[in-house]
């Protein structure tokens, strides 16, 4: 890279990708191309860098500077003032919320500051399709030095002693987990990388896909080496387009090197990798079913045992890890086990990619050593809630996992502790959600999506979960009574306790969650027929303002159910009891004397039924 | 999955005759032409059993979506019972058995767009084209469905029309959008 004076990385992640980063990089290629400047100032698009936030993002190196949401028409004046003359154009820094002052490095910015990169490490600072790029950032090295100097045995060893665990959810310890597969003696064995990233909100597999593909073909080909495995498959969501592309890019690319194929390095190893694509099943993240559907079935899951260590795709022997996981191994073969293990807590090493959305100001990816506190994401890196509302909760692990409340804002985050608290580490989606959220609705929310996806195979999961959400659908529409409550609770558990697979045992969470850390609320909406965060429609009521109602009657005659009484001139009111929450008064209504209000109105219901 | 399975008119004309690799012969309603297509297709994966869901990607991607008639050539060649071919088509949301519209309309319910108020979106969808999610409109112009999830949460709440993403959309500005396909 050193032939260029300045490089100009140009986000090329899915989120800048859908704000028109690609016209904002064709726009500066043009430009440094009519400038004369082709020979000295490189144009590149690369991986995702994390800050969606404000995207499209634009860095420029040497200098390191940042600049955000820049368009297309912001090329020319990039190229005329900081490229030619050096100066910074100012407007396009991020500027601080609270100094006010522009930041002109990422170093400097809260969001970067606590951050730790291993997993997410090449992403932003190469051309994913360019496996040069990423040669000159140290890939398929760590594959060169376990091939040439280490024996499966001692790989794994190291892998144990770093102690990473699986990032997909659940947390098995990975060196533990090639170790098994290893054990197996059968003479085809396969390595399968899990990138059917189903949680909504999480986004942390794509963009490592799309960022740094290398990375995990690299990782893959150490596996199959550790376990004794000639074939490597990654099954990736078909709703992934631009990580698919890449992935091809980059397979075609290690291929023509030699560094995947017969003989890599010279050596007796052979490796090789396919993609096999998913088509919309969120089950399929759950390894026996992602299996299934590798080969071309119903993607249900099966019970364990066997494992798929024992018996998998085809039958045979087979090692699923997730891309996430799969990005540490490079890292941690090059710099060793200590250097990984002395990162993060006593039982979770390392560190985690986390996708912080919802109602936080900062969204985007974002990379934390392990032990971090959920303070610190969401107040120094986040940047705080959205529009300066109240914190209300943070939900991670998507549809299986749980709420964390206030009160959980200083536990340090590991594995251990997300369980502990009802919730569980999960993929590492965060969902932040603030004063205007309605817990009940959220716990709908999510067992709706549940209800789609669950596979059906199992009574508890198909069954259950559907009770569930009708259940959670009446409290929410105010026909909930106090058995409700313990009806979710029970049923809830029993789900938990009897069904198949990961997806079914972790499906109520959201549910037994909220009902530990937001009983006030369900109580609300049971019991007063109230929803405080005014999401419930069927408990909102619509209320004439005593004192701007000038009683012209126009409500009064649009009203389908003749709910409104009221004389001519005279405050008009609404009967609570008949008014079916058309809203067609308050559209009506000239003076804006119409609201909809999130208590009942309990006395002027009383009068009006008289 | 809950998917509601609405099988597609048939559209084809003809009933040609299709004589699999063992030879048996079944009568199709496809014209020559489909057939000869999804043998392709099939014959590039090897007629593999293993490889139906990449070939139904590929089928899919020919024809827009899989009706009943092309499922039996699939099945026909990869020699599998139609019946599991089509338990496949529709455990997988991303395979449909009626044709989407010229612009298809996604609206994302990931979590993130549902904080933000996919849901509102949604419905302001459903009421300007007055189809249902999952359906077409009857001049074929549209069609409404969700995704989950597409990693532009920064962007949240997200529709996609075609390829084209937009970002941060209001209930407001659904018209506006619809409007940009109507003409």
Same mark, same amino acid.
């Given at each position: 890279m050193s032939r260029y004076k300045m490089h100009l990385l140009v986000c090329g992640g899915t989120g800048c990708h859908s704000s028109e980063s690609n016209l904002v990089y064709e726009m500066l290629r043009d430009e440094v191309e009519r400038k004369g400047l082709k020979g000295d100032v490189q144009v590149i698009r690369t991986g995702c860098f994390g800050f969606c936030e404000k995207g499209p993002i634009l860095k420029i190196l040497p200098d390191n500077t940042f600049y955000t949401q820049v368009k297309p028409v912001d090329a020319k004046e990039i190229i005329d003032e900081h490229i030619i003359k050096g100066r910074r154009v100012y407007r396009l820094l991020y500027t601080d919320p609270e100094t006010e002052e522009h930041v002109p490095d990422s170093k400097h910015m809260g969001f970067y500051k606590k951050q730790l990169r291993i997993a997410l490490r090449n992403c932003g600072s190469i051309d994913p399709e360019n496996i040069d790029e990423s040669i000159a950032r140290d890939a398929y090295q760590a594959l060169g030095k376990v091939l040439t100097g280490y024996t499966p045995r001692e790989t794994i060893d190291l892998v144990k002693r770093s102690g990473l665990r699986g990032r997909g959810g659940a947390g098995f310890p990975t060196g533990l987990k090639w170790e098994i597969a290893a054990r197996n003696d059968a003479a085809q064995k396969y390595v399968v990388c899990n990138a059917d990233e189903g949680d909504p909100g999480a986004f942390m597999d794509r963009s490592i896909l799309e960022g740094d593909p290398h990375s995990i073909l690299e990782a893959m080909a150490i596996c199959g080496y550790c376990i004794g495995a000639t074939k490597g498959l990654i099954y990736i969501r078909a709703e992934y387009p631009l990580a698919i592309k890449r992935l091809k890019i980059a397979i075609a690319q290690a291929q023509e090197y030699g560094l995947l194929g017969d003989h890599i390095f010279g050596t007796g190893f052979s490796f090789d990798i396919t993609l096999r694509y998913g088509a919309g099943a969120f089950v399929c993240g759950e390894e026996t079913a992602l299996i299934h559907s590798m080969e071309g079935k119903r993607g249900e899951p099966s019970n364990k045992p066997p494992f798929p260590a024992q018996s998998g795709y085809l039958g045979k022997p087979t090692n699923v890890n997730n891309v996430e996981t799969l990005a540490n191994i490079p890292a941690i073969i090059l710099k060793g086990a200590e250097w990984f293990s002395s990162i993060g807590t006593e039982r979770s090493k390392g560190t985690k990619v986390f996708a912080l959305a919802g109602k936080i100001n900062n969204v985007g990816l974002i990379e934390v050593p392990m032990g971090i506190t959920l303070r610190e994401i969401i107040y120094e890196i986040g940047g705080g809630i959205k529009n300066g509302k109240k914190f209300k909760a943070v939900q991670t692990g998507g549809p299986s996992g749980g709420c964390l409340t206030e009160k959980h804002l200083d536990t340090p985050i590991d594995y251990e502790s997300l369980t502990a608290a009802g919730s569980m580490m999960g993929s590492g989606g965060m969902i932040v959600l603030d004063e205007d959220d309605c817990m009940v609705s959220v716990a709908k929310f999510y067992l709706g999506f549940i209800v789609e996806e669950s596979c059906g195979k199992c009574a508890p999961c198909r069954i259950g979960n559907k009770r569930l959400h009708e259940t959670l659908g009446r409290i929410t529409e105010g026909k909930g009574m106090q058995e409700d409550i313990e009806k979710l609770r029970n049923l809830g558990s029993v789900v938990k306790d009897t069904s198949l697979c990961g997806l079914g045992q972790t499906s109520p969470n959201p549910v037994l969650s909220t009902l530990d850390n937001f009983m006030d609320e369900y109580m609300e909406h049971v019991h007063?027929?109230?929803?405080?965060?005014?999401?419930?429609? +069927?408990?909102?009521?619509?209320?004439?303002?005593?004192?701007?109602?000038?009683?012209?009657?126009?409500?009064?005659?649009?009203?389908?159910?003749?709910?409104?009484?009221?004389?001519?001139?005279?405050?008009?009111?609404? +009967?609570?009891?008949?008014?079916i929450k058309c809203g067609a008064c308050m559209e009506k209504c000239q003076f804006d004397a119409i609201s909809l209000k999130n208590d009942y109105p309990r006395e002027v219901a009383a009068i009006s039924n008289y | 999955m809950n998917q509601k399975i609405n099988i597609a008119p048939a559209v084809f004309e003809y009933m040609e005759k299709v004589t699999g690799t063992d030879g048996i012969e079944v009568k199709v309603n496809l014209p020559k032409e489909k057939i000869e297509k999804i043998n392709g297709i099939c014959d590039g994966f090897g007629n593999e059993p293993g490889e139906l869901i990449n070939v139904l990607h590929e089928v899919q991607h020919a024809f827009g979506y899989i009706p009943a008639e092309v499922q039996d050539v699939v099945a026909h060649n990869l020699h599998l019972p139609v019946a599991q071919v089509y338990g496949v088509v529709t455990f997988y949301t991303f395979f449909s058995m009626i044709p989407k519209g010229e612009h298809p309309v996604s609206v994302c319910t990931g979590t993130a767009c549902y904080v933000r108020g996919a849901e509102r979106v949604l419905e302001e969808f459903r009421k300007e084209l007055n189809v249902e999610v999952g359906e077409t409109t009857p001049d074929g112009k549209f069609s409404i469905n969700c995704l989950r999830c597409v990693g532009a949460c920064g962007l949240a709440p997200v529709v996609l029309v075609g390829e084209k993403v937009y970002g941060r959309v209001s209930p407001d500005g659904v018209k506006a959008i619809i409007g940009e396909y109507k003409k």
């Amino acid at each position: 890279m050193s032939r260029y004076k300045m490089h100009l990385l140009v986000c090329g992640g899915t989120g800048c990708h859908s704000s028109e980063s690609n016209l904002v990089y064709e726009m500066l290629r043009d430009e440094v191309e009519r400038k004369g400047l082709k020979g000295d100032v490189q144009v590149i698009r690369t991986g995702c860098f994390g800050f969606c936030e404000k995207g499209p993002i634009l860095k420029i190196l040497p200098d390191n500077t940042f600049y955000t949401q820049v368009k297309p028409v912001d090329a020319k004046e990039i190229i005329d003032e900081h490229i030619i003359k050096g100066r910074r154009v100012y407007r396009l820094l991020y500027t601080d919320p609270e100094t006010e002052e522009h930041v002109p490095d990422s170093k400097h910015m809260g969001f970067y500051k606590k951050q730790l990169r291993i997993a997410l490490r090449n992403c932003g600072s190469i051309d994913p399709e360019n496996i040069d790029e990423s040669i000159a950032r140290d890939a398929y090295q760590a594959l060169g030095k376990v091939l040439t100097g280490y024996t499966p045995r001692e790989t794994i060893d190291l892998v144990k002693r770093s102690g990473l665990r699986g990032r997909g959810g659940a947390g098995f310890p990975t060196g533990l987990k090639w170790e098994i597969a290893a054990r197996n003696d059968a003479a085809q064995k396969y390595v399968v990388c899990n990138a059917d990233e189903g949680d909504p909100g999480a986004f942390m597999d794509r963009s490592i896909l799309e960022g740094d593909p290398h990375s995990i073909l690299e990782a893959m080909a150490i596996c199959g080496y550790c376990i004794g495995a000639t074939k490597g498959l990654i099954y990736i969501r078909a709703e992934y387009p631009l990580a698919i592309k890449r992935l091809k890019i980059a397979i075609a690319q290690a291929q023509e090197y030699g560094l995947l194929g017969d003989h890599i390095f010279g050596t007796g190893f052979s490796f090789d990798i396919t993609l096999r694509y998913g088509a919309g099943a969120f089950v399929c993240g759950e390894e026996t079913a992602l299996i299934h559907s590798m080969e071309g079935k119903r993607g249900e899951p099966s019970n364990k045992p066997p494992f798929p260590a024992q018996s998998g795709y085809l039958g045979k022997p087979t090692n699923v890890n997730n891309v996430e996981t799969l990005a540490n191994i490079p890292a941690i073969i090059l710099k060793g086990a200590e250097w990984f293990s002395s990162i993060g807590t006593e039982r979770s090493k390392g560190t985690k990619v986390f996708a912080l959305a919802g109602k936080i100001n900062n969204v985007g990816l974002i990379e934390v050593p392990m032990g971090i506190t959920l303070r610190e994401i969401i107040y120094e890196i986040g940047g705080g809630i959205k529009n300066g509302k109240k914190f209300k909760a943070v939900q991670t692990g998507g549809p299986s996992g749980g709420c964390l409340t206030e009160k959980h804002l200083d536990t340090p985050i590991d594995y251990e502790s997300l369980t502990a608290a009802g919730s569980m580490m999960g993929s590492g989606g965060m969902i932040v959600l603030d004063e205007d959220d309605c817990m009940v609705s959220v716990a709908k929310f999510y067992l709706g999506f549940i209800v789609e996806e669950s596979c059906g195979k199992c009574a508890p999961c198909r069954i259950g979960n559907k009770r569930l959400h009708e259940t959670l659908g009446r409290i929410t529409e105010g026909k909930g009574m106090q058995e409700d409550i313990e009806k979710l609770r029970n049923l809830g558990s029993v789900v938990k306790d009897t069904s198949l697979c990961g997806l079914g045992q972790t499906s109520p969470n959201p549910v037994l969650s909220t009902l530990d850390n937001f009983m006030d609320e369900y109580m609300e909406h049971v019991h007063d027929k109230k929803c405080r965060s005014g999401q419930c429609r +069927n408990l909102l009521y619509y209320v004439i303002s005593e004192e701007d109602c000038i009683g012209c009657m126009a409500c009064k005659r649009v009203c389908p159910t003749h709910a409104i009484s009221g004389e001519k001139k005279e405050v008009h009111v609404i +009967n609570q009891d008949i008014c079916i929450k058309c809203g067609a008064c308050m559209e009506k209504c000239q003076f804006d004397a119409i609201s909809l209000k999130n208590d009942y109105p309990r006395e002027v219901a009383a009068i009006s039924n008289y | 999955m809950n998917q509601k399975i609405n099988i597609a008119p048939a559209v084809f004309e003809y009933m040609e005759k299709v004589t699999g690799t063992d030879g048996i012969e079944v009568k199709v309603n496809l014209p020559k032409e489909k057939i000869e297509k999804i043998n392709g297709i099939c014959d590039g994966f090897g007629n593999e059993p293993g490889e139906l869901i990449n070939v139904l990607h590929e089928v899919q991607h020919a024809f827009g979506y899989i009706p009943a008639e092309v499922q039996d050539v699939v099945a026909h060649n990869l020699h599998l019972p139609v019946a599991q071919v089509y338990g496949v088509v529709t455990f997988y949301t991303f395979f449909s058995m009626i044709p989407k519209g010229e612009h298809p309309v996604s609206v994302c319910t990931g979590t993130a767009c549902y904080v933000r108020g996919a849901e509102r979106v949604l419905e302001e969808f459903r009421k300007e084209l007055n189809v249902e999610v999952g359906e077409t409109t009857p001049d074929g112009k549209f069609s409404i469905n969700c995704l989950r999830c597409v990693g532009a949460c920064g962007l949240a709440p997200v529709v996609l029309v075609g390829e084209k993403v937009y970002g941060r959309v209001s209930p407001d500005g659904v018209k506006a959008i619809i409007g940009e396909y109507k003409k």
